[in-house]
C-alpha cells in the first residue's frame, strides 16, 4: 500500500520566516514525488517534482529515502506563498495525495 | 489548447436524486483521475482510468458510486441516491499517461456538488 502524511493541516509563518511544509510517504517500490499546489480560486497545480531537483518560487524538496520524507522548504516566506500544499506520490498505477496543509503567511 | 473541464461548476440536489458530473480532460491525456474533497479536508482519490478501462476502482466510497469513460475523452461520474455526506467538490485530472511523461497531472476546476 502507498501512504503519504502530511501531519500539519495549518502552518503559520511570518514573512521572510523560513518555512518547511512535512511530508512522509510509504511506499515498497522506488516513488516518484510531488507537490501540487492550490491558490485562492485557483486550480491545483503542480509546483515541483523530486525527480527534477528543480527550484520553483523559492521552494525546494529533497527526497530522504531513509527517513521517507519529501519536505517542502523556502528560506524566506512571502505573502504569496499563502495557499493549500498537497504532498503526493506517483506509484504503480495510481497517484496519493495527501491531507494538505494550509500555509499562511503573515505580514 | 483547453486544460481540463468540468461541467456543471456547482450543482444543488434533493436527498435521493441521482447526479452525473462531467469531465473533460486535455485532448491526447491517457490517463485521468477523479478526487473528492470534502470541506476542509484532503483529496480522496476515488478512480483512474487508463484509456477507457480503470485499473484501480479502489477509492468509489459505495455502490452508489460508478464512472464510466468514452475512449480517451470524455467521462461520466455518477452518484445514485446521494446522500448528504456525498457533499463536496469533485475534482477531475488528467495526464498524458505512462513513464515520467505521464507524472504531472492537470486538474479541473471542479465541481461543487451540494446534497440538500
Known amino acids: 500500500a502507498q501512504r503519504v502524511t502530511q501531519p500539519e493541516k495549518l502552518l503559520s509563518v511570518f514573512k521572510g520566516a523560513p518555512v518547511e511544509l512535512k511530508c512522509n510517504y510509504s511506499?515498497?517500490?522506488?516513488?516518484?514525488l510531488f507537490w501540487y499546489v492550490q491558490y485562492s480560486r485557483q486550480r491545483l497545480q503542480l509546483l515541483l517534482r523530486h525527480i527534477s531537483r528543480e527550484s520553483i518560487k523559492g521552494f525546494t524538496a529533497d527526497l530522504n529515502k531513509g527517513e521517507t520524507s519529501f519536505h517542502l522548504k523556502k528560506p524566506f516566506a512571502q505573502e504569496e506563498d499563502s495557499a493549500m500544499y498537497y504532498c503526493?506520490?506517483?506509484?504503480?498505477?495510481?497517484?496519493?495525495f495527501g491531507t494538505g496543509t494550509k500555509l499562511q503567511v503573515i505580514p | 489548447g483547453a486544460g481540463v473541464s468540468q461541467s456543471p461548476s456547482n450543482k444543488v440536489t434533493e436527498k435521493g436524486k441521482d447526479v452525473e458530473l462531467r469531465c473533460d480532460p486535455i485532448s491526447g491525456h491517457t490517463a485521468l483521475y477523479w478526487y473528492r474533497q470534502r470541506l476542509g479536508q484532503g483529496l480522496e482519490f476515488l478512480i483512474y482510468?487508463?484509456?477507457?478501462?480503470?485499473?484501480?476502482k479502489s477509492g468509489l466510497p459505495s455502490d452508489r458510486f460508478s464512472a464510466e469513460r468514452t475512449g480517451e475523452s470524455v467521462s461520466t461520474l455518477t452518484i445514485q441516491r446521494t446522500q448528504q455526506e456525498d457533499s463536496a467538490v469533485y475534482l477531475c485530472?488528467?495526464?498524458?499517461?505512462?513513464?515520467?511523461?505521464?507524472?504531472?497531472?492537470?486538474f479541473g476546476p471542479g465541481t461543487r456538488l451540494t446534497v440538500l
Open positions: 482510468f487508463q484509456g477507457n478501462s480503470a485499473p484501480d
Open positions: 503526493a506520490l506517483r506509484g504503480y498505477q495510481k497517484v496519493t
Open positions: 485530472a488528467s495526464s498524458p499517461g505512462g513513464g515520467l511523461a505521464g507524472a504531472e497531472q492537470f
Open positions: 511506499y515498497s517500490g522506488s516513488p516518484e
